[in-house]
């Protein structure tokens, strides 16, 4: 009987432990970029990363992670003790009214230069917000799955770069007119505020519009706050070849001013982005293209990207093969001329702006500049980011230097056309590079194009064999094999006549880089077809002296 106490004394200590463990409250960290092996230690000890910045990543964590990343060398603060129950806020550089107006109504803390995260121990720290201020709530899923090796990048200079004529064609289609008439409709609107119903009459007017050029389209419903709901607006031009292939041009048509409820005319910001994938829509219903390409309105954008989280985090669960995001957001107002573009990317989508600058520059377009920064994620391409997919932000300048950003008076009077047409057939010609217009009376690439790499390794040496492989094209006199070591650019020829076989065999290749491969059928009349899908073989990246053994778990392999 004794013993039974005892034993049941027990039971209850260990439970209570067992309970005390389990309600261990979560912290809010902050971990620095730091040394090549910290992704390999993320992913190795699972920890829940849940925003990528320009020099760390913000992750939720228990006592036991902290303790084995700190294991790893690697540099740990804690943000908040228990983030359990609590929404976080991301804001960029703040005055310093906003500043202490905010310190003093809840946390605010600055967790790199630029960035600061706002919360509040209860209650929603949106509400405290002043309007129009931009803001990105902190993700609450782990963005750990899709995070990737960063790899050098490097253009090749040396690569001839064929300007495709029937791009310079479509691009140079842009008509100024047609991008003043749809920024008049939507400035009409006199306010595309997220609540108000002239926003839903916004939305039914960009439907009707793509309705009306034979697209399909749908509306997404978004519940921007709780139980109301505003809606995207989705048109989609299906591929001739590769219809699962997609590629997006975005913006967002909501507004916000300090006087939103009754006049927002949001014409920079950003009629101009919805009005450049309008205008972009019109032309490409004129061209068959090989990937599908899809243009989306986000809505509740100016509330916290709310429109494009939705959308992103569907896509992602439908795991749709999203090859590239164009978001446009502000492109009509240069501060000074001539103005440049800013093409802003995280490091995984350096590819996506060194593509951009690289079309600007073969086809004469708008000047363009590179911005790689992970810490940029007030607009519509940073959910894309968040579920690894690569996506590019083109926005007149950043920061934002247009005086009338979210006042009553940005209005079509302070555009300048000239630039708007510009940028806006830079991101067209950008696009239907991606997309390929088909050519008729031309060859049609292969499909089902397989990439399998075979390493080799000894103290002396070390490479890799590349196998490809490809279905065959009824018809074809044989195939050209491309490979660069960047995607969707750069891509150099492998063989020197067209191979007649349906495999390739790429020899003795460096294991730490990357390889991106694509194939093209070429024709009895020598005739070449556009590009085939692109397949992407991983580098063999040492991690560090723990994590070897299972890198090739992490990083080896093959995605198409
Ligand atoms: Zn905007």
Same mark, same amino acid.
Request: aromatic content about 4%; hydrophobic content about 40%.
């Given at each position: 009987m004794k013993h039974l106490k005892l034993v049941l004394v027990l039971l209850l200590v260990m439970g209570i432990a067992g309970l005390l463990s389990f309600t261990e409250p979560l912290r809010l960290i902050r971990i620095q970029k730091a040394g090549p092996g910290l992704l390999g230690a993320l992913m190795r000890l699972q920890i829940d990363v849940l925003q990528e910045l320009g020099t760390c990543f913000l992750a939720r964590a228990d006592r036991e992670d902290i303790r084995a990343l700190r294991g790893y060398s690697v540099p740990v603060a804690v943000l908040d003790l228990d983030a359990r129950r609590k929404s976080y806020l991301l804001l960029p550089s703040l005055s310093p009214p906003v500043r202490s107006n905010l310190s003093r109504r809840g946390h605010l803390l600055e967790? &790199?230069?630029?960035t600061f995260l706002f919360w509040t &121990?209860?209650? *929603?720290?949106?509400?405290?917000l002043p309007p129009g201020l931009p803001q990105k709530p902190l993700p609450t899923a782990t963005i750990l799955p899709y995070l990737k090796p960063a790899l050098p990048f490097q253009k090749n200079p040396s690569v001839a770069r064929p300007a495709n004529d029937l791009v310079a064609e479509i691009a140079g289609r842009i008509s100024e007119d047609n991008l003043r008439g749809l920024v008049q409709a939507l400035q009409n609107f006199q306010t595309r505020y997220v609540s108000t119903p002239n926003c839903a009459t916004a939305a039914q007017f960009i439907f009707n519009y793509y309705q009306a050029l034979g697209l399909d389209v749908r509306f997404q419903d978004v519940e921007y706050s709780a139980g109301a709901i505003s809606r995207n607006v989705v048109a989609e031009l299906p591929g001739r070849i590769y219809p699962e292939d997609v590629l997006i041009i975005c913006g967002h048509y909501d507004s916000i001013s300090d006087d939103m409820t009754t006049l927002a005319p949001g014409a920079d910001d950003n009629a101009s982005g919805t009005a450049a994938a309008m205008e972009a829509a019109r032309i490409l219903t004129l061209y068959p293209l090989d990937f599908t390409v899809r243009f989306v309105a986000f809505t509740a954008e100016e509330t916290g990207l709310i429109g494009s989280r939705v959308y992103a985090a569907e896509a992602r669960a439908r795991n749709e093969k999203i090859i590239g995001v164009i978001n446009l957001d502000m492109i009509a107002y240069p501060d000074e001329l001539p103005e440049d573009l800013e093409i802003i990317v995280n490091p995984a989508s350096e590819w996506l702006a060194a593509k951009f600058l690289d079309v600007c520059g073969a086809y004469g377009l708008v000047a363009a500049n590179q911005v790689v920064n992970?810490? +940029? +994620?007030?607009? *519509?391409?940073s959910p894309f980011w968040d579920w690894g997919y690569a996506a590019l932000l083109a926005i007149e300048d950043y920061p934002v230097q247009n005086p009338y950003y979210h006042g009553i008076t940005d209005t079509i009077d302070t555009l300048n056309f000239g630039f708007f047409r510009d940028s806006a057939r830079a991101a067209l010609a950008v696009l239907a590079e991606l997309a390929q217009p088909v050519r008729f009376g031309y060859p049609i690439a292969p499909e089902q194009l397989r990439a399998t790499p075979y390493t080799y390794s000894s103290l002396y040496n070390s490479f890799k064999n590349i196998h490809l492989s490809w279905a065959a094209r009824p018809g074809a006199a044989g195939y050209n094999i491309y490979r660069s070591s960047i995607s969707h650019q750069d891509y150099q020829i492998l063989n020197s006549a067209p191979v007649t076989a349906t495999v390739y065999l790429d020899r003795y290749l460096r294991n730490d880089s990357s390889f991106f491969y694509v194939v093209t059928t070429v024709g009895t009349d020598g005739l070449e077809s556009n590009y085939s899908q692109q397949v992407w073989v991983w580098p063999e990246v040492a991690v560090s002296a723990q994590t070897q053994a299972d890198r090739y778990s992490f990083f080896g392999g093959v995605q198409r």
């Open positions: 967790v &790199e230069a630029g &121990e209860t209650g *929603d720290p949106g509400a405290i992970a810490a +940029i +994620i007030y607009s *519509d391409h």
